[in-house]
């Protein structure tokens, strides 16, 4: 069956101007695939590499590519990512590579991990919301500020949390080991689901963790290893699945499956992409697992706008299926 793809670039404002490798971003930039088949029906999928997180020999790619070319060369981890989201969503089974093609949503919802960003005011005031909108899985970044203030932000921050709340922090490789130690009073009183990427060396995390038992997370140690070299981590907590730098949903689902093999289970989470990115994601999630792990997919309350109309909506901290209904929305494209 043939296949037209086009190639949209967009640009959408962000809520607040936020930094990235050292630079200020107040738009969200990249690129929209539209796939289309002989009966046309339509995929869509986004290519949307962010500047601090992709590598740079990505970026320094990606600022020479007009969209001409999908093959060869041009298909960097944002591309495929954006080219396997078209296809999953167009859901031809004859055009679908296996294992994409047996993918099958196995839950009707999806809880969303909160975010807390800002100052420390910025974030007390998020968790607080967070709570009365119903949310129950919070996340947010440690090894920012001088340890002494996060351990009384993270006390702060507990002490108006429910028990059932679950905590996830992400360290971005920021703690030493004498700077981690200093957080342990705090992190045995939380309900800690995770830390994520403690330290610069994966395996000094996992040995961390076992020592103290706080549990972690691998995230930005996936880039720089295959699938099969996560067997080596058993005793880890999670793995968080960003496709966008990881290489696309085919590459996920590797990933996923080791981590399944050790203990561990998938996160998918997202890097801030639009709303074709976020439906495409939130649906793989719930192809991912049938146990209700909340996907990281809050940064889409960064976006200002959308290409998305309506905008998708999370109710009560969770995702239900009716929001990755292609059939209710109109992508707006120049």
């Excluded at 971003?25 to 999928?45: A, S």
């Excluded at 129950?136 to 006390?155: F, N, Q, S």
């Excluded at 801030?272 to 146990?291: I, K, N, P, Q």
């Amino acid at each position: 069956m043939n296949v037209s793809i086009s190639i949209h670039p967009y640009a959408v404002p962000l809520v607040c101007p936020l930094e990235l490798a050292g630079e200020e971003m107040t738009e969200r930039t990249g690129w929209l695939v539209e796939l289309t088949d002989g009966n046309g029906n339509t995929g869509w999928g986004e290519i949307a590499p962010l500047p601090g997180m992709s590598s740079a020999e990505e970026m320094a790619v990606m600022a020479e590519w007009g969209g001409e070319r999908v093959e060869g060369g041009s298909v960097t981890p944002s591309v495929r990512c954006g080219l396997d989201m078209a296809l999953f969503n167009l859901g031809d089974p004859d055009l679908l590579p296996k294992p994409l093609s047996d993918l099958k949503p196995l839950r009707d919802n999806i809880s969303i991990n909160a975010l807390l960003i800002g100052t420390i005011e910025d974030m007390i005031k998020q968790e607080r919301a967070a709570a009365r909108e119903g949310y129950d899985t919070v996340k947010l970044k440690v090894g920012r500020l001088d340890p002494a203030d996060e351990v009384k932000l993270l006390h702060t921050i507990n002490a108006h949390a429910s028990d059932e709340v679950r905590f996830r922090l992400d360290a971005n490789r920021a703690w030493t080991p004498d700077a981690a130690d200093r957080y342990l009073s705090v992190l045995t009183e939380m309900n800690v689901e995770y830390v994520e990427e403690p330290f610069a060396e994966a395996r000094a995390s996992l040995a961390w963790s076992q020592g103290t038992g706080v549990p972690i997370a691998l995230d930005e140690s996936l880039r720089y290893m295959e699938p099969s070299a996560l067997r080596a981590f058993a005793g880890l907590r999670a793995v968080i699945l960003k496709p966008t730098l990881l290489g696309g949903f085919g590459r996920c689902l590797e990933f996923a499956e080791v981590a399944r093999e050790i203990g561990a289970y998938p996160v998918v989470s997202a890097m801030m992409e639009t709303g074709v990115g976020t439906v495409s994601l939130a649906r793989f999630a719930a192809c991912l697992s049938d146990e209700d792990v909340a996907a990281g997919l809050d940064t889409y309350r960064w976006l200002a706008s959308d290409v998305l109309d309506p905008r998708p909506v999370v109710r009560g901290g969770r995702m239900s299926a009716d929001q990755w209904d292609w059939s209710r929305y109109r992508v707006n494209v120049d």
